[in-house]
């Protein structure tokens, strides 16, 4: 297993704005790309945090894995990181891996296809990136390359209504709402499950809603709400195009990053969808 650690995705060279690309070898022919998003309420944890998750799923894939940094925000600076300046750095992230080479590795993913999978807070920075959000955060408007380069997007025990989120634990407000998106009496303006596809977006980008029984930080309600409104969006496609799982898993929050049921279901949602393509 090989590691080109605190690439920059940024010309700033912030080491907030880089990510770890893990990988076996240098293949025959590029294969897709997975990048993991990590979560931490929008204002903790680190790519190196994920480093066994990713040597795992390039094992068990064979596809290289990138696990990106991105900037976070602190409760403590009145200046701190907003949204959508997180999920703008993972979107700069994705413009960046359109055309990124390393000449010592030559061509090791098809920038053709990528597989992004979120968990928690990064869940609703990906679903905002990829939903027409553009009436509040027209910054997170992805250009065609990335849209038509994304084939799936796999979501476990996201945030994705966020005064949903406070009715059933209010403390989060003070702890990381308020940090991450200003205070505010409501929060409804960022609610994913109300924005609809990209106008531009193409139709066939797959979805997979994962949520555990064990999670008592983020409740099932959350996954519940994203999983009925990709099935309105999507309409006569949706049962190709969105598929869950809530059933299966037990475990915490974090733990299930761990978990050897989560690493089934990821990797082998994946393979199945590249040999079903």
């Known amino acids: 297993m090989s590691l080109q650690a605190d690439i920059p995705y940024d010309t700033t060279r912030d080491p907030y704005r880089t990510f770890d690309l893990y990988y076996s070898s240098k293949p025959d022919v590029p294969l897709p790309l997975i990048c993991f998003v990590h979560g931490g309420a929008w204002r903790s944890e680190d790519k190196t945090d994920h480093a066994v998750l ?16 991105y900037r976070l925000s602190k409760a403590s600076d009145a200046n701190s990181i907003r949204h959508p300046t997180h999920a703008h750095d993972i979107l700069q992230l994705l413009i960046f891996l359109m055309t990124w080479s390393d000449s010592s590795l ?27 959000s553009s009436a509040i955060t027209p910054i997170l408007t992805p250009p065609p390359q990335v849209i038509n380069a994304v084939q799936a997007i796999v979501l476990s025990e996201g945030i994705y209504d966020i005064d949903l989120l406070l009715a059933r634990f209010p ?10 998106f200003g205070d505010k009496a409501s929060y409804a303006e960022f609610s994913v499950p109300r924005f609809s596809l990209r106008p531009e977006q193409k139709t066939d980008i797959r979805w997979f809603i994962i949520h555990s ?7 099932l309600s959350q996954s519940e709400a994203m999983y009925a409104h990709l099935l309105r969006v999507y309409a006569e496609s949706a049962q190709s195009l969105v598929k869950r799982n809530v059933d299966e898993l037990v475990d915490e929050h974090d733990a299930v990053l761990r978990s050897e049921v989560y690493m089934n279901m990821v990797s082998g949602f994946i393979l199945q969808d590249i040999y079903k393509s």
């Open 171 to 180: 403390d989060y407000r003070d702890w990381f709402i308020a940090p991450a």
């Open 213 to 219: 029984k064990g999670d008592k930080l983020v409740d």
């Open 106 to 132: 030559g061509e090791l993913f098809d920038r053709s296809k990528i597989y992004l999978l979120g968990h928690s807070c990064s869940a609703h920075m990906l679903a905002s990136i990829f939903l027409d």
């Open 54 to 69: 990713a040597r795992e799923l390039v094992s068990r894939t064979k596809f290289p894995v990138a696990v990106p940094n």
